[in-house]
Each structure stands twice: as C-alpha cells, then as structure tokens.
C-alpha cells in the first residue's frame, strides 16, 4: 500500500502555482502530418480521454468526431485554414468527448513548422486539459511509477523532482509554441532562467549564458522604448510578494503585457517569474476604439458599460433614449435598477466564465424597466473587455419590443399572423415543427420576399408554402452543404433547448453576397411543446460593405503620398498618416498629442478663434506656406484644411502637399516670362518700326503711283474725244484697253491698300450685329442694280464680338462675292445664316456660278482667281482680305463648291 505522501516544498508549491495560473492543467504535445491527416501524441493523452493507449490511433478525423457539434465547424475550418496554407497557426478552445461520453475541456494551440515548397506538410502543438486544482496538483507532483522489476525504485522527492522538471520541460514548449516569453529573476535581480521567446524579444543570447550571471535591468534596458520611465517599475518589483500586471513598450514599437508572479519558498520572497504577452495589437484596437468612439455613440441600439461592483460606467445616447434617463442619472446606478431580468445571483460566476474566455461574446434575452416604468423586452450582446486595465462588461442591448409583441401575438392568435410578419421591417419566417422532428416551411413575410428579390430570386409566396425546409434552404436558397447542416443544427437547437439562438450567417445568392444577423425564437402550443420556430434576420450587407469600404478609405489614406492630419479645435495632432510621418521627421507617437504650434508651422494661425471659425463657416480653407521639419529643414506646402463635425467632436483635418518641386517649377517660369516679356518688347519697337515704313510705302504708293496712272487715263481719254475723227477704229480700240487697264491699276492699288489696312488696323472689340450688318449690304448691293431678282435670306440676332470696322469689309467682299457670282441666275439665292447644331459656325451661301474644290487652296492668297475678267470682274484680293479679318479675331474661314452649283464660305470668330 502506498504511504501518504510527504508536504511539498514552498519552491515546488511555486512551480505547482504558476502552472495553475497560467490554467494548464495537464498539457501533451502534439505532431500532425497536415498531408495524410495522421497525429502522433505524446504522454498520456489516451488515458486522459478514457482509451487505452493500444486501442487508441489518433488522426485529424478521429479528433473531430470527438469534438462537441458546436464546436466542430470551427475546428474544422481552422484546420482546413493551416492545411492549405492561409494561416500558420491557431488557437482554439474546444470540448472533447471522453470514452465514457464526459466531456473534457481542452486548449489546442498548433504551429505550422515545416513546409514542402509553399505546400504545409507538419504542425506542432499542444493539446492542454484543463481540470480541477486539486486532480492537478496530484497530476504535477503525486503521478504515481510502477517501478520496473530490475530498476531502482525512485525515492518520493526525486521522483517529485522528476516530475516538476518534465512539467517545467513542458510549459517552456507550450510556452513557445504559443509565442509567449518568460522569464525568472532573483529577488536581487539576478537572470535564473528564460525561455526563447524572451530570447528572442530582448536579444539574450540563445545559449543562455546570462544564466546565474546577468542581471534583469542590465539585460532589459537596451531594448526598452524610455529606459528612465521604466527602470522604477522594474526594479521595485523585485521585492515585492503581489502579483501585478502592467505593460512595457519596446524601442522597435511593440508593446508587451507582464505578468509579475512571487516564487515563494518558506514565506520569503525568492524570486518572480515574468510572463510576457505581445499586446501590440490590442493597445492599438484600444487607440482605435477611442478615435472611432463616435460610431458607438450614433449606434441604433443602446451601449451599456458595467463593472464588476455591477453599477453602470457609460452610456450612449441610445441608452438615454430608450430608457428615459439622463446620462448622469446613468452613470453610477446599479445595473440591477435598470435590468430586472437578469438573476444577479449568477454574475460572479457568468463574469468568470467571460474572463477565462469560455465564451467572449454572449447573446441573451431581458427586460430593462425605464424611468416612466416601462417594461422594456431587450435583446444584449454582452463583451467581456479589458480597459486601461479594468475589466468591464460591455452590452449592445436592442429594443426587441416589435419582436416579441409578434412572437406573443402568434402564441395567443395565430390568425394575426401574416399582420404581424408584413408589419415588421426584419426579414421573418415561420417553420412548423411535425411530431417526428420534420421542419416545413409555412410563411415568409413581404420584407423577406422582397429581400429574396432583391437578390435575383423570383419567388412566389404559394409555391414556398409547406416545402421542407431543408429542400428550401438545399434547392431554393442554394446553400451549400456545410452552410446548409450548420443551420439545420442551429434549428434543431431551438427545438431541444426551448431557448432562442442568435448567430451570424452569410450566403451567396445570384445578385451577390449576403450577410444576415440571425434569431431563431421557439413558440409553444402548449406551452411545453415546441410548435414552431420562428425565423428573424437583419441584412447587414450594406454595415459589412461599410466596413470594408472604411478599411479601404483608411488604407488609401494610409498608403497616399500628402501628409493628412487630424486635429481638434485647439490644434493638437490626434492622428496622422504615414506620409505625414515621413515629411515631418516625426514617428507616429511624436506627433500624436503634439500642439501645431510646437512644429513651427507657419500655418499655426489655424489654431487661433479667428481662423477656426473662418474654417467652420466654409467648410474649407486652402493656403500654401512652409513648415519646418523636427530637424528644421524648411518645405514648401500647400494645405488644404477641412472643417469635420461628428456629434460634437470637431476635428480639422488638413491635407498637406509638399510642392517644392513645383515652386522650383514656378522660379523657372517666371524667369522665362521675364525673358518672353523683354523679348516681346523688344519685337514689339521692330514690328511698330516695320510698320511705320509700311505707312511710308503705302502713302509713296496711294501718291507717286497714281499721279502717272491718272496722266494716262486722262491723255489717252483727250485723244479719244479731241481725234476721234482722225483715228481709224484700232487706234480707238488700243486707247480704250490702255484707259481699262490704267483704271483696273488703281483699283488694284486700292485693294492693295485696304489689305495693307487689314493687317495693321487697332482692333476695337465690342457687340456687333452681323444680321443688322448683312441686310444693310443687301439693301445697298439691291439699289445698284435694281433690275436683279435676287432672294436674300438672313438669321436673326446674330451677334458677335469683334472690330466692327473689319467685320464689315469682310461682310461686303463676302456678299459681294456671292451678288457678283449669281449674275447669270434668273433666281439667285444668296444666305446668311447660323449652322445647325453649331451656334458658333456662321455662313454664306449662294447658288451661282460655283468652282472646282481642287483648285481651293489658292482661293484666300492674293490675285488668285479662278474666274476670267471676260466672266467675272475682280482683282483677287477681296477673299485674302476676308481671311486676315478672320484670322485677326482668332477664327477660320473655309469653303465649299461645286461648278455650276454654288459656293458657300463657312467661318468662325473667337
């Protein structure tokens, strides 16, 4: 018979303590092979679970049929997930079957360690059985060894010995496999023993020659983001006998949650053990739940913050809202004032159950009284969390009122029904229940119907009613297989139970992907027989759009290369982007809290009432200016701030563009101007040069030219009416040619000079009227030869702007180009008018002797024609007036003929 065993010492009582501290129990190591699914355990898992270890042959398949059904979907994804690659590790809590069908609860934490290309081929991990403290303390010290016939047997101590150091072997694997870092320290400071983790996240040599040498502060301090701040809080730890918690940030960023435990031995303190998490990603979520604190504070449903003492912390405005009261008559009051439901004998026991995590989110039903004294029935997803180091429960609780008047109306009239469904704004169904268990589906309300449409499904309400549901759910909403078996089971659920179930589902239907917030509720007739189940769901596609629309905004603004900065009404810096980082020299926790005004901007005006103000009555204000980086470099900046208003949290946030290139860009360009401005100038005295010498030629031609010409158009004139009688009818023929040509000189010296004109005429811009202008040149054209039967045709109101002066030569060589081409028509038509559909294409057009297109490029250039005198007259200067008007107030000019057919001349003015 075995003696009673002997007390432990106080070193191993420590031992024992901090195993049951960090809630493993009983902990085995595993080996998975993720390509055939075989699992190798070690130590005596089989016997844990009731096997005996020749009966028992472990795999992935046998591990999930163990597994509780509630449980088993998740395990199975989160496998499935390291299988193939698209996560490396897992940590689940989970309920296995026993062979004398107990159940055992166990923490699974695995690692993929090897890979075959990008393939996983091995993981390893630990599987951990929690139990009671005293079945552990016997299983870590009192283990008892059948010693072998030909073996010594093991003294108690030693044996006890043996195993603490197969238990300390053990936790320093879990330990590392679940990446946490751990450490042991005298109490004068002294490095007794670390694992790799701590290793790893203070740079210690990896053979652990620190061991019995280095000292904690020495070895830590080098590694700490401010040595000076912390070096207190370590240093006092080591003699102190309480746990503690608290936080260290590491200089590269990452932030570490320490649990300080005392290793005891004869009730003096000996040494503490650190435990080291990484928090870095939690005090982040913590920053953003401050930043995006708003979003609670407009949620629809009410936000109840509790603490363990049971009195409210906080509300939100909901909160108020749905139950009367003020937020400072909230704050404070008992909870059990508010919800009286809720049986507060079981809150101990239910605040533990949330702090070990057996389950962090958990969905009920209650009643809140109001201040009137309303009875309120709610529905609460209460959130255990940890705050600055306080626990709390935080509640989202919604006014379930409309739910339960339909379920209680359905249990007292069922005839309502359909009233009540097509009432309601959440998608809801009614399934009966048939004694064998059988579920058919009897009723969709309009909102589901509608819903289903809206996603591509036609469906008509009379041939739903009475399918199976499985057959509805398998063949009609096409869910999958495994989507399809976990709803079924929720549904089953509610039969057994009595209770509702909420839950969260998504499915494909053909116009898209749709997320559902499910509640299943049971309705008894009679009261102890299930019935029916009732179905209520709330799309909240367009909320995880949402999400992940705001996750893609903060990535762009995150990854964008301005600077953005958010700020409050008294300018210190709450958040900032990367870019902003980048361009001030600041890291991200530099500039969080930082005044503007320490930043030496230039801009830190807007800090000031007067700007900000000015800020909040526009909405935005946009500036350029220079800043100065934490080095002290100057940048040149164009900032772009925006007035933000969320409830009443006003926030600046200024997008800040460095334009140093640009303004380089700008020196250059206006050192060019200066160069293009001296250079017009100078260009400017040549041209006004050149046309002063023009003005000489042209009065040199208008007189020394036309003196000859008149002398001999007045000789050749004299001879003809003094000696007519002597000249035979050649020399009167050759007199008169010499007259004809001597006449046709002056007019082309005429319109030489009208074009000189054109070109160096002042342009007087103003309104002009070409309508008004045009009937004006018909009406002129009309009494010179009163005897033609011309058709004239003029739009209305067409008015443009331009030198008026020029607009009317270039009129009148224009129409009477066309009165002069129409002489040969019994009819002629000539038109003034707008293009259609092009307001600012204006043409004339007529119907007379036309001309061959090929020959158009030498219409505009001076004595050009493509007409004989013998046909009709002209010099062949009117049409290249026409274009230098044109081209002098910025248009076009252009043509289309035909011969015989008629021309018409299309132009633009800008």
């Known amino acids: 018979m075995r003696s009673q065993p002997e007390p432990i010492s106080q070193a191993q009582q420590n031992k024992v303590n901090l195993h049951m501290d960090r809630a493993i129990p009983w902990q085995v190591l595993f080996d998975l092979n993720l390509v055939t699914g075989e699992i190798e355990v070690h130590g005596d898992y089989a016997a844990q679970l009731g096997y005996e270890l020749s009966d028992f042959k472990e795999s992935i398949d046998a591990w999930l049929q163990r597994v509780h059904p509630d449980q088993h979907q998740t ?14 590790e897992f940590v689940i809590e989970h309920q296995q079957r026993t062979l004398t069908d107990s159940w055992l609860k166990v923490l699974s934490i695995g690692k993929v360690t090897h890979w075959d290309e990008d393939q996983p081929v091995r993981m390893l991990g630990t599987h951990t059985i929690y139990k009671g403290n005293d079945a552990l303390k016997n299983d870590v010290l009192n283990t008892e060894t059948t010693p072998q016939a030909d073996e010594p047997e093991i003294q108690p101590e030693t044996q006890k010995e043996r195993n603490i150091t197969e238990i300390d072997s053990l936790l320093e694997s879990a330990l590392d496999v679940s990446n946490l870092g751990l450490i042991i320290v005298s109490s004068e400071g002294q490095i007794l023993q670390y694992t790799s983790r701590f290793a790893e996240l203070f740079d210690l040599p990896e053979d652990k020659m ?4 280095g000292q904690v502060w020495e070895t830590v301090q080098t590694r700490l983001k401010d040595p000076d701040t912390a070096r207190n809080s370590v240093i006092n730890l080591y003699q ?14 990452i932030v570490l949650e320490r649990t300080s435990y005392p290793l005891m031995e004869d009730g003096v303190l000996k040494a503490r053990a650190w435990l080291l998490r990484d928090a870095t990603q939690q005090k982040r979520l913590e920053e953003a739940l401050i930043l995006n604190s708003f979003a609670v504070e407009t949620a629809s449903d009410a936000v109840i913050w509790v603490d363990y003492d049971k009195r409210i912390t906080d509300v939100n405005a909901a909160t108020s809202e ?4 003020t937020r400072e008559e909230l704050i404070g009051m008992p909870l059990k004032q508010v919800d009286v439901s809720y049986d507060f004998n079981l809150w101990s026991g239910d605040w533990d159950k949330r702090r070990n995590e057996t389950y962090l989110i958990s969905l009920f039903q209650s009643e809140y009284k109001a201040k009137d004294g309303r009875i309120i029935p709610v529905e609460i997803s209460a959130n255990y969390i940890i705050y600055e180091e306080k626990e709390y429960i935080c509640s989202f609780v919604r006014d379930v009122t409309e739910r339960q008047q339909a379920i209680e109306s359905l249990r007292d009239r069922e005839s309502q029904l359909t009233v009540i469904f097509n009432q309601n704004n959440d998608n809801m169904s009614l399934a009966s229940v048939e004694p064998d268990g059988t579920l058919y589906l009897t009723q969709l309300n309009d909102r589901y119907i509608q819903s289903l449409q809206s996603f591509g499904l036609d469906l008509d309400q009379q041939e739903i009613v009475n399918t199976p549901l499985e057959v509805y759910l398998r063949d009609i909403i096409k869910l999958n297989p495994e989507k399809l078996a976990y709803t079924l089971q929720k549904y089953q659920q ?8 909420y839950y969260e589902n998504n499915f494909d239907l053909p116009g898209g992907h749709v997320y559902t917030e499910v509640v299943l509720t049971p309705i008894f007739d009679p009261p102890d027989v299930c019935r029916y189940v009732l179905y209520s769901s709330r799309d909240v596609t367009e909320r995880k759009e949402a999400n992940r629309t705001l996750q893609l905004i903060n990535f762009a603004v995150e990854n964008v290369s301005d600077a953005v900065c958010w700020m409050d009404a008294n300018g210190v810096i709450i958040r900032a982007n990367k870019a902003a980082c980048t361009m001030f020299d600041y890291t991200y926790d530099e500039l969080l809290g930082l005044p503007i005004i320490d930043m030496n901007l230039t801009f830190q005006t807007i800090s000031s009432k007067k700007i900000w103000d000015q800020l ?17 470099r100057g940048i040149p900046v164009e900032v772009t701030a925006n007035y933000i208003k969320f409830d009443d949290i006003e926030l600046n946030c200024s997008i800040i563009r460095d334009i140093t290139d640009r303004k380089q860009g700008e020196l250059v360009a206006k050192s060019a101007q200066k160069h293009l401005e001296e250079e017009v100038t100078r260009r400017t005295a040549q041209l006004k040069a050149a046309n002063a010498e023009l003005e000489t030629f042209a009065y040199s031609v208008s007189h020394d030219l036309r003196a000859p010409l008149r002398a001999i158009d007045g000789f050749s004139q004299a001879l003809l009416e003094d000696n007519l009688d002597t000249l035979d009818p050649m020399g009167q023929h050759y007199l008169t040619r010499l007259r004809a040509a001597s006449q046709n000189m002056g007019q082309l010296i005429d319109d030489l000079l009208k074009l000189s004109r054109v070109t160096r005429q002042e342009m007087r811009l103003a309104e002009v009227n070409l309508s008004e202008m045009a009937q004006g040149i018909f009406e002129e054209l009309q009494e010179q030869e009163p005897q ?7 739009d209305n109101h067409i008015i443009v702007q331009g030198d008026a002066r020029l607009l009317k030569v270039m009129m009148m060589n224009l129409l009477n180009n066309a009165w002069k081409f129409t002489s040969n028509e019994e009819q002629a038509i000539i038109e003034f008018k707008r293009k259609p559909a092009e307001e600012s294409v204006y043409y004339v057009s007529d119907n007379g002797a036309g001309f061959d297109m090929q020959y158009m490029n030498k219409l505009f250039n001076a004595f050009q024609r493509l007409h004989s005198d013998d046909d009709f007259e002209g010099t062949g200067i009117g049409l290249a007036t026409v274009k230098r008007i ?11 003929a035909k011969i015989n057919e008629g021309a018409t001349f299309y132009f633009t003015l800008s």
């Open 240 to 253: 102190s006998t309480e746990r503690t918690y608290d936080y260290l940030e590491l200089a590269n960023g």
């Open 616 to 632: 909040k009555a526009m909405g935005s204000l946009r500036w350029e200016t220079e800043i100065q980086t934490k080095g002290g």
């Open 886 to 896: 044109i081209d002098r107030h910025g248009g076009k000019v252009w043509v289309d």
């Open 322 to 325: 749905m139950l009367g009261y």
């Open 75 to 88: 395990l199975a994804e989160a496998y499935a997930a390291c299988q193939h690659g698209h996560q490396s």
């Open 494 to 501: 509610v039969i057994q139970t009595g209770e509702a179930v």
């Open 788 to 794: 033609r039967n011309v058709k004239t045709v003029i």
């Open 210 to 213: 620190l061991i019995g040498r």
